[in-house]
């Protein structure tokens, strides 16, 4: 398909294991980014890549949480010691660099839901 | 801190009234101001999007009223329908190493009755 594919759709993992969660994203899109949504919240942001290189991660919430993009394409988002607060649904998104006169929109995948047991 | 307001929670709308959601901003840098719709399952897509030079945009049933001064801006839905039943986010957004970062409010889940 053409859009943001992530894999997988459902992750149900026991307290303290490690987690990957995988963004591939719509081909030529430079930019990437991770969000988090929980339960009747809005999407929080977690980390931007732009090209190979996190421009922001600023939304990470502690060391346990860590998001590589080795060749500038798919994204693997990477959890460690996974608490129950851990759960919710990851978002990743992708969109272009912007050139003059184009929109900021992000093109997001369905999401890996997470539940942390 | 909550970066964007947004308001209000959940709305119910009969079919073919008018859905009204607002959002409130702080940061005076935001420079991009774009609504998600998301159905349930599925990521937020992009509905219509707003820049702080504007004041209104419209696009068919959809249109963005912005208030800078105030740093205020709404979703209006004319002629509601029972598919646009879905979760509304609005976003304020930051250019940053050539994309915009959107920080998104907590979301408005609108139901359309037939």
């Known amino acids: 398909g053409a859009g943001v594919s992530q894999t997988p759709s459902n992750k149900v993992t026991e307290k303290g294991k490690y987690v990957e969660l995988r963004c591939d994203p719509i081909?030529?899109?430079?930019?990437l980014y991770w969000y988090r949504q929980s339960l009747g919240q809005g999407p929080e942001f977690l980390i931007y890549f732009q090209g190979t290189g996190a421009a922001d991660d600023s939304g990470l919430p502690n060391d346990r949480f860590f998001a590589v993009r080795p060749e500038g394409s798919v994204s693997t988002l990477k959890i460690q010691r996974t608490e129950r607060g851990d759960s919710a649904v990851y978002l990743c998104?992708?969109?272009?660099?912007?050139?003059?006169?184009?929109?900021?929109?992000?093109?997001f995948g369905e999401g890996s839901r997470l539940t942390v047991l | 801190q909550q970066q964007v307001k947004q308001s209000p929670q959940s709305l119910i709308v009969q079919k073919g009234g008018i859905s009204i959601i607002n959002c409130a901003y702080e940061?005076?840098?935001?420079?991009?101001f774009p609504w998600y719709q998301q159905f349930p399952g599925k990521g937020p897509a992009l509905l219509i999007a707003i820049r702080p030079d504007v004041s209104e945009k419209k696009e068919g049933r959809f249109t963005i009223s912005f208030n800078k001064s105030a740093k205020q801006f709404s979703l209006h839905i004319m002629d509601s329908q029972p598919g646009d039943s879905a979760t509304y986010f609005c976003a304020a957004s930051i250019m940053a190493g050539g994309s915009y970062i959107p920080t998104f409010g907590r979301g408005t889940s609108l139901i359309v009755h037939p």
């Open positions: 081909s030529g899109h430079t930019a």
């Open positions: 998104a992708s969109s272009l660099r912007l050139r003059a006169g184009e929109t900021g929109e992000l093109f």
């Open positions: 940061n005076t840098a935001f420079d991009y």
